[in-house]
């Protein structure tokens, strides 16, 4: 007898049509929030919510994220940009990004040997818990390829090359560059350069299995059992060329004992990655993370 496993009940991606999400950031002042909903009534649209920070209500930095619904997006969309591009861009100087809630972003995932954090994102896309689709995953080494392939999604291996990585990158960003939204490092062990930080042209998340700024770097676990630590935790970054130092996203943590051993710690803190990578790249996928210098403004 054939046991066909039932397959993962995808509760289907539900994707709002004609809403779309409007991020701007920039120098603080009086009257902000009001240019941007006029500028949104006056294209038709209807603010659907709203969430505004200002890092220092004395002259700091302006962040608001803006959910809003018009009739037939699609078609209001360039009168839209051009009307925002006026008032907020050449007007009041500010930064503004629109994105249409409809459109699930792509999302390129490397790895490397580990797959924890690799299957359980794409889990969570297969049953449509992420807005976002996976066009390929690339790893330096083969050892995820047939669980990837199972998910229906192109694998490819890209050896790291060892001391010269210049080559594995420009094989990266071959591969990427223009056809992915964001890059998600997934248990990747490989530091990138700054030039395919550059190349590449989209934000890249990366999940830390520590507790930043605890243990950068390669071996966390094995650090924090050599220091007696009674959390463990993992940190979801932005990448940038300084390793492990870019803008935190999220974070959490697990409580551990001395009797613990270091491989205790990485199968309890495995856990932990994998909900804050999650956690992470779903806000990121809803356009609700914008950076501000070292930190990021989470809506
Ligand atoms: N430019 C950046 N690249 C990467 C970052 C980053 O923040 N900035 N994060 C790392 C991920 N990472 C920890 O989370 C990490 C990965 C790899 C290493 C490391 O020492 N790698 C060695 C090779 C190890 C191996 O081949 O097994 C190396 O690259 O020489 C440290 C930390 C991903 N990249």
């Not at 924890?116 to 449509?128: F, T, V």
């Amino acid at each position: 007898m054939t046991i066909v496993a039932p397959r993962t009940p995808n509760l289907g991606l539900r994707l709002p049509s004609d809403e779309g999400v409007l991020l701007v950031h920039g120098e603080d002042r009086p009257g902000l929030v009001r240019a941007i909903s006029s500028a949104l009534s006056e294209n038709g649209a209807n603010i659907v919510s709203l969430d505004q920070h200002t890092d220092d209500p004395e002259g700091g930095r302006f962040f608001q994220r803006t959910v809003f619904h018009v009739n037939d997006y699609a078609a209001v969309r360039p009168a839209l940009e051009e009307s925002l591009a006026k008032l907020l861009g050449k007007g009041l100087g500010l930064t503004w990004t629109l994105s249409d809630r409809s459109v699930p972003k792509r999302v390129a995932i490397l790895a490397s040997t580990s797959d924890h954090c690799l299957l359980d994102l794409l889990w969570r896309q297969r049953r449509g818990e992420i807005a976002m689709t996976v066009p390929l995953v690339i790893a330096n080494h083969t050892d995820v390829a047939d669980d990837v392939r199972s998910f229906g999604i192109p694998f490819v291996h890209v050896p790291s090359g060892g001391v010269d990585k210049s080559a594995a990158e420009a094989r990266i960003v071959e591969l990427l560059k223009g056809n992915v939204d964001l890059v998600v490092l997934a248990r990747y062990m490989q530091i990138l350069s700054g030039d395919f930080l550059e190349q590449i042209g989209v934000p890249v998340i990366n999940i830390h299995h520590s507790f930043l700024p605890a243990f950068i770097g390669a071996g966390p676990y094995r650090k924090a059992k050599e220091r007696g630590v009674k959390l463990i935790g993992a940190t979801a970054h932005y990448v940038t060329q300084d390793l492990d130092e870019g803008p935190i996203i999220e974070q959490d943590v697990v409580r551990v004992t001395h009797s613990d051993t270091a491989a205790d710690l990485q199968r309890r803190g495995a856990d932990v990655e994998r909900a804050v990578l999650a956690r992470a790249v779903t806000w990121h996928c809803q356009d609700r993370v914008m950076r501000n210098g070292r930190e990021t403004v989470v809506f």
